[in-house]
């Protein structure tokens, strides 16, 4: 820690001295989150001054960033961003209901192995010296998890979707999260060399154990207010005319509010967006939204209500109050 932020060194100054510290010190922090945030929208982020300095802080305490939220609100994106803001590698382990340890952690090349094995039957080595060779790191397939920590330099690993995997693995993981170490029977431990910035990402389609929050800073994203979403479109499909996007982002704010099986996420706006632009629309009417209500909607059913819903005004496209059902 730096000594003019260290409030035991500051204590020792002068009351008029200490605030004169604590004020450059709150404005070069300030600065510092502000610069994370320009350098996240360089990378293509929309990001807002809570995301930054949840991302300082990981950085300045090495500690790893839990980011929970719904699926698609640019959860991943975050990782993303940050490894091509700081010219990292991005390493990551794709989670899924019964992932093992050896696909997020290494493996042996079996097919090599046997190889090599049928080819010492001619010099009939000794058998250890045949367990020697084929249990060396020529051998070894990395996967993610031990990528990133054997790592020559810092990287950012990026483990999305934890809450698909079961407690045991999340236990295996917790292990390696603490001392950012691994201890391979045939060939010992493999500490990293660098701690890499970690990002877990999670749908909460379950309840993440207590020992994995505990290690980690938390971040939430929720779907943007449309100003942000405005600003993400315009990032992400500068060329499409200003009117549609507004029309864009008016319709899909009011279409999330409603109980669908599946709300249109971030990425689909964005794909949306990116449609009327190949499609050349300079505006967004009711025709065609019904040609393109497939790129926002993925199930037949919100497909056919929100269709039914849609109305046109002197604004654009809203959507119709839906009739009540009553007691038959």
Same mark, same amino acid.
């Given at each position: 820690?730096?000594?003019? &932020?260290?409030?035991?060194?500051?204590?020792?100054?002068?009351?008029?001295?200490?605030?004169?510290?604590?004020?450059?010190?709150?404005?070069?922090?300030?600065?510092?989150?502000?610069?994370?945030?320009?350098?996240?929208?360089?990378?293509?982020?929309?990001?807002? &001054? /809570?995301?930054? #300095?949840?991302?300082?802080?990981?950085?300045?305490?090495?500690?790893?960033?839990?980011?929970?939220?719904?699926?698609?609100?640019?959860?991943?994106?975050?990782?993303?961003?940050?490894? /091509?803001?700081?010219?990292?590698?991005?390493?990551?382990?794709?989670?899924?209901?019964?992932?093992?340890?050896?696909?997020? $952690?290494?493996?042996?090349?079996?097919?090599?192995?046997? $190889?090599?094995?049928?080819?010492?039957?001619?010099?009939?080595?000794?058998?250890?010296?045949?367990?020697?060779?084929?249990?060396?790191?020529?051998?070894?397939?990395?996967?993610?998890?031990? !990528?990133?920590?054997?790592?020559?330099?810092?990287?950012?690993?990026?483990?999305?979707?934890?809450?698909?995997?079961?407690?045991?693995?999340?236990?295996?993981?917790?292990?390696?999260?603490?001392?950012?170490?691994?201890?391979?029977?045939?060939?010992? #431990?493999?500490?990293?060399?660098?701690?890499?910035?970690?990002?877990?990402?999670?749908?909460?389609?379950?309840?993440?154990?207590?020992? $994995?929050? !505990?290690?980690?800073? &938390?971040?939430?994203?929720?779907?943007?207010?449309?100003?942000?979403?405005?600003?993400?479109?315009?990032?992400?499909?500068?060329?499409?005319?200003?009117?549609?996007?507004?029309?864009?982002?008016?319709?899909?704010?009011?279409?999330?509010?409603?109980?669908?099986?599946?709300?249109?996420?971030?990425?689909?706006?964005?794909?949306?967006?990116?449609?009327?632009?190949?499609?050349?629309?300079?505006?967004?009417?009711?025709? #065609?939204?019904?040609?393109?209500?497939?790129?926002?909607?993925?199930?037949?059913?919100?497909?056919?209500?929100?269709?039914?819903?849609?109305?046109?005004?002197?604004?654009?496209? &809203?959507?119709?109050?839906?009739?009540?059902?009553?007691?038959?």
């Amino acid at each position: 820690m730096p000594e003019k &932020y260290n409030n035991t060194r500051l204590l020792s100054y002068p009351l008029s001295v200490h605030r004169e510290f604590s004020k450059t010190g709150v404005v070069e922090l300030t600065e510092k989150i502000k610069q994370i945030r320009d350098e996240m929208l360089e990378a293509g982020f929309v990001c807002d &001054y /809570r995301i930054a #300095t949840v991302l300082y802080l990981a950085e300045a305490m090495q500690k790893p960033v839990l980011i929970e939220g719904p699926a698609g609100v640019g959860k991943t994106a975050v990782a993303q961003a940050f490894s /091509r803001a700081r010219g990292l590698e991005l390493i990551r382990l794709q989670c899924y209901e019964g992932i093992d340890e050896p696909r997020a $952690l290494y493996e042996w090349n079996y097919k090599k192995q046997l $190889l090599h094995i049928q080819a010492c039957a001619y010099r009939q080595p000794e058998l250890r010296e045949i367990e020697r060779e084929i249990f060396s790191e020529e051998y070894l397939l990395a996967r993610p998890l031990l !990528r990133a920590i054997t790592a020559p330099a810092r990287a950012v690993l990026l483990i999305d979707e934890i809450d698909k995997v079961d407690f045991d693995f999340e236990a295996m993981l917790l292990e390696l999260l603490a001392e950012f170490q691994v201890t391979l029977p045939e060939l010992g #431990t493999f500490k990293a060399r660098e701690i890499p910035h970690v990002f877990i990402t999670s749908n909460a389609t379950r309840e993440l154990s207590e020992a $994995l929050k !505990r290690r980690c800073l &938390y971040l939430h994203l929720a779907f943007p207010a449309p100003d942000v979403e405005a600003r993400i479109l315009a990032l992400q499909v500068p060329d499409l005319a200003a009117a549609v996007r507004e029309k864009v982002v008016r319709l899909v704010q009011q279409i999330r509010k409603l109980d669908l099986k599946k709300p249109p996420s971030i990425a689909e706006s964005i794909d949306w967006a990116r449609a009327l632009f190949w499609l050349a629309r300079e505006d967004l009417d009711l025709e #065609t939204f019904r040609e393109t209500a497939s790129v926002i909607l993925k199930y037949q059913e919100d497909i056919e209500r929100i269709r039914q819903s849609v109305g046109s005004g002197e604004e654009g496209l &809203y959507l119709k109050p839906e009739p009540k059902q009553g007691w038959r």
